[in-house]
């Protein structure tokens, strides 16, 4: 038995000096320790190297997914299993470097493939994680989002913030297949998942359409904003992004110097704060001139890219990524990364739990000193 010599009852005193760990002493903690978990306590002493790591200590790796892999499994998916039996009919990307059980792309991000064929709906349902879409085929499918309908086409960035409802339908005779994207691993680490069908509120299986086509872009994404009406929420009031507005903006801007690490790159924005689209996700479209080979840099923020046009790769922790219009892939926290094309111009889209690392003070980034990683 250790004795402590306490200066009162229910209190010790601290040793003086150096202590000599005794065999004795020793074997009392290791009781000490294995009996601890019996009251759900443990000794902080013995976890603090894991706990506070000099540098985050990154599970996820990087990793690209190749449309020509991934397209026919979602084309496939579409003869098993109709849109109304999946709810989403979403083939979602995992992270190697994760365990399957996040359905994380990237540290806080989700992002998978959804699919809607021919004359089918996704009926109406809302939740607390949300997201971003971005168009990779197809025409004249809708997304309704909070009464608002608006037809999507390759390239547009459309949002659909947190718990405001939503539906999806293809009134074309053409597959439309985008890229979804949510904060779903941040909202389940958070413990905040709320989800809702529309019909078990209501009855219906579809929300009613309530405001005019494009009434979003008209109120809100010309520079002008009605007097009389304030937007309420933290998420941009702008629906549809379109690819025909944004690409030539980044085209109109190619003779800039742009950014040493990311070329000329474009965020969407919510027009009332001139921050991100959306509270836990900053989205972008940015332009690889032909022959540009970006700086390396890293940052803590993590990123889910996808190929909207051209080809070329990008280094990613030391590995080479080669990438083709229609792939996706992934930059974790805190990984060196730079952008090259390969001939021609290259367009990415990307999105980012940038704003929550923002909010937090927790961004950090930094230059690679030697420009590039080889
Ligand atoms: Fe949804
Ligand atoms: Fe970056």
Redesign the pocket.
Known sequence: MITQSPAKEGAVAAPKGPREVTAELKAEREKFYADLPKYQLGALWNVLDDALTPEPRIRSVPYLWKWSEVRPRVMRAGELVTAKEAERRVLYFLNPGLPPEKISAVGTLYAGIQLILPGEIARTHHHTPAATRFIIEGERAYTTVSGERTLMKKGDYVTTPNWTWHDHGNESDKPMLWLDGLDVPLVTELDAVFFELFVERTGNEVQPVTKPMEDASHRWAKNLRPTYQRHAGKFSPILNYRWDDCRSALQALRDDTGSP??GIVLEYINPNTGGPSLPTMSAYLQLIRSSEHTKA???T?S?VYHVAEGRGYSVIGGKRFDWAEGDTFV?PSWSW?EHASDGGEAVLFSFSDRPVLEAFDLIREQPLEAGYQR
Do not use: K, L, M
């Open positions: 690490f990311d840099h890293r940052h923020a990123t930059v990364h």
